[in-house]
């Protein structure tokens, strides 16, 4: 089941996705990297549980007996800042279903207009970003000793 995740499972979420990454993206990451990114899912709860009521940020949660095994984060509505899935359930259309979900929630608010998506994409999940759709804008940068290659995806 995917929903909205609210502020009481707003730390399961963040942790799920510290997990993941350095299971999966820190290796490939400085040391400024891996803090930068530590940093950025770290700032206080209480300011990201602000984000979302504001609708600044979006979170949605892919839950499984009632346990956070994948999440989606967007910023200013059409970037997606985070995609994670639990190793355990790589594979299984996860990722599939929570960007599905963002992407039918903007084109609820949207109704036939085109709109443009973006991501930053750690090197390791550009292929998923490309089965979504998503095509690259640049070659691989780093900003703050994160690796990204910049990608977007034309929705009409």
Avoid at 81 to 99: E, P, T
Avoid at 100 to 120: E, I, R, W
Avoid at 142 to 149: A, D, H, L, Q, S
Wanted: charged letters at 25%.
């Amino acid at each position: 089941m995917i929903k909205k995740i609210e502020n009481i499972d707003l730390e399961a979420a963040i942790d799920l996705a510290n997990q993941v990454f350095h299971e999966f993206i820190a290796d490939g990451y400085t040391e400024e990297g891996r803090q930068t990114f530590t940093d950025y899912l770290d700032y206080k709860l209480e300011e990201m549980a602000e984000d979302l009521e504001s609708g600044h940020k979006k979170l949605w949660g892919f839950y499984e007996d009632n346990r956070i095994i994948g999440v989606i984060g967007t910023r200013d509505r059409f970037h997606v800042s985070l995609m994670f899935v639990d190793k355990n359930h790589h594979h299984q259309g996860i990722a599939r279903a929570l960007f599905d979900t963002v992407l039918a929630d903007l084109k609820s608010q949207l109704p036939g207009k085109f709109f443009v998506m973006t991501v930053n994409s750690s090197p390791y999940a550009v292929e998923v970003y490309r089965r979504f759709g998503f095509e690259a804008t640049a070659t691989e940068q780093v900003n703050k000793g994160i690796r990204f290659v910049p990608m977007k995806l034309t929705v009409c």
